[in-house]
C-alpha cells in the first residue's frame, strides 16, 4: 500500500459469491465478462481512506489526492514516482512506485469523480491493468457533446464582460499518431478534395506487447519483421471530424468548408511555407481563452493550424452562446475573416454567422510581425489593427492571455506525448477545468 509516508504491508478481506461469481473486495468487485475477460467494479470512494487497485496493490486517498495536486501543477508522472522512490525506497525495488500503476490510479481517481458512480472496466489478460480508455472517451464525449460549461464566463478582468476571447494553437501539447498514409478523395462534386490522415494512436508496446507505428486498425500495413508492408490501393481510414462530437446544425452548413491541407487558401501576413504540417503527430491544441485567463474552449489540431477546425470550433460555440463573443483576438485573424468571406460567397450560412457576430483582431502579441495592409494602422484599408476605434471597448483587455496560458499548458508537453488519445483528451479536460476553477475562484474573492 501506498500511503504519504512511504509502501506499507496491508491485508485485504475479499469474499466470494457462490451463485454470481463475483470477488468483493475493498474498493471494487470482480467478475467474469465476456470471453471471460475480467471486468472490474470500482465503487465511489465517499469516506473511504483507500482506494485498492488490485489484489495486490492500493492507495491512500490522502496520497493519491496529493498525486493529482503535483500532475496538475505540471509534475509528470515519472518525477512523481522518482520522488516517492528517493524518499522511501528501499533501494532493492521492493515497495518501490512505478510510474504505471501511479498513472493508473491518477485516472481511475478523477473518472470516479468525473461520472459520480461506479465505473466497470475491463483488465487486461497480461498486464493484469485496468484499461481505461474506453472510459475516458465516454467521458470527453460527455464533455464535448454537453457543450462548453465556460462559453459564459463573465467577470471583472477588462475585456471578459465585454465578450473578448484570444484564439491561438500551441503545437507542442501533441501526441503521437498512426502512420497509415494520407489519402485525398472528394466526397461530392459539390465538395472540395480532402485529405485525411488516421488520428488513432499507434500502438506503444509494452512487457506483453510489441510497439508499431500503426495503430491496431492499420496493423496489417506492417510485416511481421517490423518492415512496412506494400500499401494497398485503398486501406481502411478513420475519419475523425474534428473534435468528436457537433451538432447537427454544423455539419448541415459545413458542406463547403475546405480541406485542412488546402494550399488555395489566403494566407495573409504568414507565408505558406511557414506553416508547419505534421503527419506522425497531433498539430497541438487549438485554445479560446478569456483576458482572465479562463480557457472557455479547447480542441485538438491535426496536420496544421487551419483555418477549417478553427471555424467549427468557433461556430459551435457561437451556437451556444452568440452573446458571449463579440470580440476575438488571433494571430491569422487576417487569414481567417477572409476564408470566411470566401465561404459566404460559396453560401454557406455559417460563415456568415461568424462574420455578423464578432469582430476579428490581430492581438497584440503577434501584430508586430504582421506588415500587410489589412494590419498596417496607417494604411486605409486596415482592418485588424488593435488600435482601430471599432475595438476601443476592449482596448484594455489583456490580448496575451492564450500566450500566458501556454507558458503554464506547455509543462505538460513530455506527460501528454506518449498517451493514447481518450487519455490525452480527458487529461487535457482534468487539467484545464482545475486551472479554471482556480481562476474563476481567484478572480471571484
Not at 87 to 93: D, K, M, N, P, R
Not at 287 to 310: F, H, K, N
Amino acid at each position: 500500500m501506498y500511503t504519504r509516508v512511504g509502501a506499507v504491508t496491508a491485508k485485504a478481506y475479499h469474499f466470494r459469491c457462490v451463485t454470481c461469481k463475483t470477488s468483493y473486495w475493498h474498493s471494487y468487485s470482480e467478475k467474469a465478462g465476456p470471453d471471460n475477460q475480467t471486468l472490474r467494479k470500482f465503487y465511489q470512494p465517499h469516506s473511504a481512506k483507500y482506494l485498492m487497485m488490485s489484489s495486490t496493490t492500493a492507495f491512500e486517498l490522502a496520497y493519491i489526492k496529493e498525486v493529482v495536486v503535483d500532475v496538475e501543477l505540471g509534475r509528470s508522472f515519472e518525477d512523481v514516482t522518482e520522488r516517492f522512490n528517493r524518499l522511501y525506497g528501499s533501494g532493492a525495488g521492493r515497495g518501490d512506485l512505478y510510474k504505471t500503476r501511479v498513472e493508473d490510479a491518477f485516472f481511475v481517481y478523477k473518472l470516479l469523480l468525473f461520472f459520480k458512480a461506479e465505473i466497470t472496466v475491463p483488465i487486461g489478460t497480461k498486464s493484469n491493468r485496468p484499461d481505461i480508455d474506453n472510459l475516458c472517451n465516454s467521458a470527453i464525449e460527455q464533455v464535448f457533446s454537453s457543450g462548453s460549461e465556460w462559453v459564459k464566463h463573465k467577470c471583472r478582468v477588462a475585456g471578459c464582460s465585454e465578450g473578448f476571447v484570444v484564439c491561438d494553437g500551441n503545437e507542442k501539447l501533441s501526441r503521437r499518431i498512426c502512420a497509415a498514409p494520407r489519402q485525398h478523395f472528394k466526397l461530392s462534386s459539390h465538395m472540395p478534395k480532402i485529405t485525411s490522415k488516421c488520428g488513432n494512436s499507434p500502438v506503444f508496446g509494452g512487457q506483453y506487447q510489441k510497439a508499431s507505428k500503426y495503430c491496431e486498425d492499420h496493423m496489417h500495413l506492417e510485416n511481421s519483421d517490423g518492415t512496412v508492408a506494400p500499401t494497398p490501393k485503398r486501406i481502411l481510414l478513420t475519419l475523425n471530424i474534428p473534435d468528436q462530437v457537433v451538432s447537427t446544425r454544423i455539419v448541415d452548413i459545413s458542406s463547403t468548408l475546405p480541406s485542412n491541407d488546402d494550399t488555395t487558401v489566403h494566407i495573409a501576413c504568414k507565408k505558406a511555407g511557414n506553416v508547419k504540417h505534421y503527419h506522425d503527430r497531433t498539430a497541438g491544441i487549438m485554445a479560446i481563452v478569456r483576458p482572465c485567463g479562463i480557457v472557455i474552449d479547447w480542441r485538438e489540431m491535426y496536420t496544421c493550424e487551419s483555418s477549417s477546425q478553427l471555424f467549427i470550433q468557433l461556430l459551435k460555440l457561437i451556437d451556444e452562446d452568440s452573446a458571449s463573443i463579440k470580440f476575438i483576438g488571433y494571430d491569422r485573424a487576417c487569414e481567417f475573416v477572409p476564408f470566411l468571406r470566401n465561404l459566404k460567397a460559396k453560401g454557406n450560412p455559417g460563415a456568415e454567422i461568424l462574420l455578423n457576430a464578432s469582430a476579428y483582431m490581430v492581438d497584440n502579441f503577434h501584430i508586430a510581425g504582421h506588415t500587410t495592409n489589412p494590419c498596417n494602422p496607417n494604411h486605409p484599408d486596415c482592418e485588424f489593427h488593435h488600435s482601430l476605434r471599432k475595438f476601443e471597448e476592449v482596448a484594455n483587455a489583456n490580448t496575451e492571455c492564450a500566450e500566458q496560458c501556454f507558458a503554464w499548458l506547455k509543462r505538460f508537453k513530455s506527460v501528454v506525448k506518449y498517451m493514447t488519445a481518450s487519455r490525452f483528451r480527458f487529461f487535457m479536460h482534468t487539467v484545464i477545468s482545475s486551472h479554471n476553477h482556480t481562476i474563476e475562484k481567484r478572480t471571484t474573492q
